[in-house]
Protein backbone atom coordinates (compact mmCIF):
# COMPACT_ATOMS: atom_id res chain seq x y z
CA UNK A 1 0.00 0.00 0.00
CA UNK A 2 1.47 3.40 -1.14
CA UNK A 3 2.92 6.24 1.63
CA UNK A 4 0.65 8.56 0.23
CA UNK A 5 -2.31 6.23 0.53
CA UNK A 6 -1.82 5.25 4.29
CA UNK A 7 -1.22 9.02 4.80
CA UNK A 8 -4.77 9.94 3.25
CA UNK A 9 -6.19 6.79 5.35
CA UNK A 10 -4.77 7.72 8.93
CA UNK A 11 -6.27 11.72 8.65
CA UNK A 12 -9.11 10.32 7.70
CA UNK A 13 -9.57 8.36 10.52
CA UNK A 14 -8.20 10.86 12.73
CA UNK A 15 -11.33 12.74 11.84
CA UNK A 16 -13.65 10.23 12.43
CA UNK A 17 -12.05 9.39 15.64
CA UNK A 18 -12.51 13.39 16.27
CA UNK A 19 -15.98 13.28 15.49
CA UNK A 20 -16.79 9.84 16.50
CA UNK A 21 -17.89 8.27 19.89
CA UNK A 22 -15.02 6.04 21.01
CA UNK A 23 -16.04 2.18 21.17
CA UNK A 24 -12.93 0.72 23.25
CA UNK A 25 -12.11 -2.90 23.16
CA UNK A 26 -13.64 -4.40 26.11
CA UNK A 27 -10.81 -4.73 29.08
CA UNK A 28 -11.39 -8.07 28.93
CA UNK A 29 -9.82 -9.05 25.46
CA UNK A 30 -6.14 -9.74 24.82
CA UNK A 31 -3.93 -8.08 22.43
CA UNK A 32 -4.66 -10.91 19.88
CA UNK A 33 -7.94 -10.84 20.09
CA UNK A 34 -8.45 -6.89 19.71
CA UNK A 35 -6.11 -7.43 16.81
CA UNK A 36 -8.83 -10.00 15.45
CA UNK A 37 -11.63 -7.47 15.92
CA UNK A 38 -10.01 -4.86 13.86
CA UNK A 39 -9.43 -7.31 11.17
CA UNK A 40 -13.06 -8.53 11.21
CA UNK A 41 -14.24 -4.58 11.28
CA UNK A 42 -11.61 -3.75 8.46
CA UNK A 43 -13.56 -6.50 6.27
CA UNK A 44 -17.01 -5.12 7.25
CA UNK A 45 -16.11 -1.08 6.26
CA UNK A 46 -14.58 -2.51 2.99
CA UNK A 47 -17.52 -4.64 2.04
CA UNK A 48 -20.30 -2.16 3.30
CA UNK A 49 -18.27 0.71 1.12
CA UNK A 50 -18.53 -1.87 -2.16
CA UNK A 51 -21.44 -1.71 -1.63
CA UNK A 52 -22.30 1.63 -0.96
CA UNK A 53 -20.14 2.81 -4.26
CA UNK A 54 -21.44 -0.13 -6.53
CA UNK A 55 -23.67 2.26 -8.31
CA UNK A 56 -20.94 5.35 -8.73
CA UNK A 57 -18.07 5.72 -11.27
CA UNK A 58 -15.84 4.08 -8.08
CA UNK A 59 -17.45 0.74 -8.28
CA UNK A 60 -14.44 -1.31 -6.45
CA UNK A 61 -16.41 -4.90 -5.89
CA UNK A 62 -14.27 -6.54 -8.35
CA UNK A 63 -11.16 -5.27 -6.01
CA UNK A 64 -13.09 -6.51 -3.00
CA UNK A 65 -13.83 -9.67 -4.33
CA UNK A 66 -10.56 -9.94 -4.75
CA UNK A 67 -9.60 -9.48 -1.18
CA UNK A 68 -11.98 -11.87 -0.08
CA UNK A 69 -10.94 -14.78 -2.40
CA UNK A 70 -6.95 -13.96 -1.55
CA UNK A 71 -7.85 -13.46 2.82
CA UNK A 72 -10.31 -15.36 2.92
CA UNK A 73 -8.33 -18.64 4.99
CA UNK A 74 -6.95 -15.35 7.36
CA UNK A 75 -10.44 -13.96 7.70
CA UNK A 76 -12.35 -17.09 8.47
CA UNK A 77 -9.75 -17.72 11.20
CA UNK A 78 -10.43 -14.35 12.86
CA UNK A 79 -13.81 -14.80 13.07
CA UNK A 80 -13.56 -17.91 14.40
CA UNK A 81 -11.07 -16.64 17.36
CA UNK A 82 -13.62 -14.17 17.88
CA UNK A 83 -16.38 -16.47 18.03
CA UNK A 84 -14.78 -19.12 20.00
CA UNK A 85 -13.68 -15.85 23.17
CA UNK A 86 -17.50 -15.13 22.47
CA UNK A 87 -18.35 -18.95 23.21
CA UNK A 88 -16.45 -19.22 26.89
CA UNK A 89 -18.72 -16.33 27.77
CA UNK A 90 -21.80 -16.42 25.88
CA UNK A 91 -22.43 -19.92 25.45
CA UNK A 92 -22.51 -21.12 21.08
CA UNK A 93 -25.74 -19.72 20.37
CA UNK A 94 -25.40 -15.97 22.42
CA UNK A 95 -21.81 -15.78 20.30
CA UNK A 96 -23.03 -16.71 16.87
CA UNK A 97 -26.08 -13.90 17.87
CA UNK A 98 -23.73 -11.62 19.60
CA UNK A 99 -21.21 -11.41 16.77
CA UNK A 100 -24.48 -11.34 14.11
CA UNK A 101 -25.86 -8.58 16.27
CA UNK A 102 -22.07 -6.25 16.35
CA UNK A 103 -21.89 -6.77 11.94
CA UNK A 104 -24.79 -5.44 11.81
CA UNK A 105 -23.83 -2.37 14.00
CA UNK A 106 -20.13 -2.28 12.43
CA UNK A 107 -22.32 -2.23 9.13
CA UNK A 108 -24.71 -0.17 9.47
CA UNK A 109 -21.97 2.61 11.41
CA UNK A 110 -19.78 2.57 8.08
CA UNK A 111 -23.50 2.68 6.40
CA UNK A 112 -24.09 5.84 8.00
CA UNK A 113 -20.87 7.58 8.51
CA UNK A 114 -18.99 6.90 5.10
CA UNK A 115 -15.47 7.47 6.89
CA UNK A 116 -13.78 7.48 3.48
CA UNK A 117 -14.54 8.13 0.44
CA UNK A 118 -14.87 5.26 -3.25
CA UNK A 119 -12.05 6.23 -4.02
CA UNK A 120 -9.79 5.52 -0.94
CA UNK A 121 -11.58 2.31 -0.26
CA UNK A 122 -10.87 1.08 -3.34
CA UNK A 123 -7.54 1.88 -3.54
CA UNK A 124 -7.25 0.20 -0.21
CA UNK A 125 -9.11 -3.19 -1.49
CA UNK A 126 -6.90 -3.52 -4.67
CA UNK A 127 -3.77 -2.84 -2.52
CA UNK A 128 -4.85 -5.50 0.09
CA UNK A 129 -6.05 -7.94 -3.06
CA UNK A 130 -1.99 -7.97 -3.96
CA UNK A 131 -0.92 -8.22 -0.76
CA UNK A 132 0.18 -10.81 2.06
CA UNK A 133 -2.46 -11.22 4.95
CA UNK A 134 0.91 -9.60 7.14
CA UNK A 135 -0.50 -6.45 5.44
CA UNK A 136 -4.16 -6.42 6.89
CA UNK A 137 -3.14 -5.72 10.79
CA UNK A 138 -1.08 -2.95 9.41
CA UNK A 139 -4.25 -1.43 7.38
CA UNK A 140 -6.61 -1.89 10.11
CA UNK A 141 -4.19 -0.16 12.59
CA UNK A 142 -4.44 2.72 10.30
CA UNK A 143 -8.18 2.40 9.00
CA UNK A 144 -10.55 1.08 12.17
CA UNK A 145 -7.61 2.15 14.74
CA UNK A 146 -9.03 1.61 18.89
CA UNK A 147 -12.25 2.03 17.94
CA UNK A 148 -13.58 -2.09 17.89
CA UNK A 149 -17.11 -2.22 17.84
CA UNK A 150 -17.21 -5.63 18.88
CA UNK A 151 -18.07 -6.37 22.46
CA UNK A 152 -17.21 -9.55 24.21
CA UNK A 153 -17.52 -9.50 27.73
CA UNK A 154 -20.87 -10.21 29.77
CA UNK A 155 -20.11 -8.02 32.07
CA UNK A 156 -18.22 -5.15 32.25
CA UNK A 157 -16.29 -4.37 35.66
CA UNK A 158 -15.90 -0.77 36.98
CA UNK A 159 -11.84 -0.39 37.95
CA UNK A 160 -11.51 1.41 40.98
CA UNK A 161 -8.52 3.33 42.50
CA UNK A 162 -8.11 3.07 46.27
CA UNK A 163 -6.17 5.85 47.71
CA UNK A 164 -2.37 5.15 48.57
CA UNK A 165 -2.01 4.32 52.47
CA UNK A 166 -0.07 7.43 54.49
CA UNK A 167 3.01 6.20 55.51
Known amino acids: ?3 SLFTAAASGALLVLASAPALAAPACWSAEL ?10 VMLMVG ?8 QDYRASYDRFLLRHRPLLGRVNQAILAEMRGKLGPIGALEALDQASVRMANQYGEQASFGCNDLGQVAAALADSGDDA ?13 ALQGCPVQVAVVTLPKPRK
Open 1 to 3: MSK
Open 136 to 148: LPKAADVLVGEDV
Open 34 to 43: VQAAKLRQLD
Open 50 to 57: SLRCRTGA
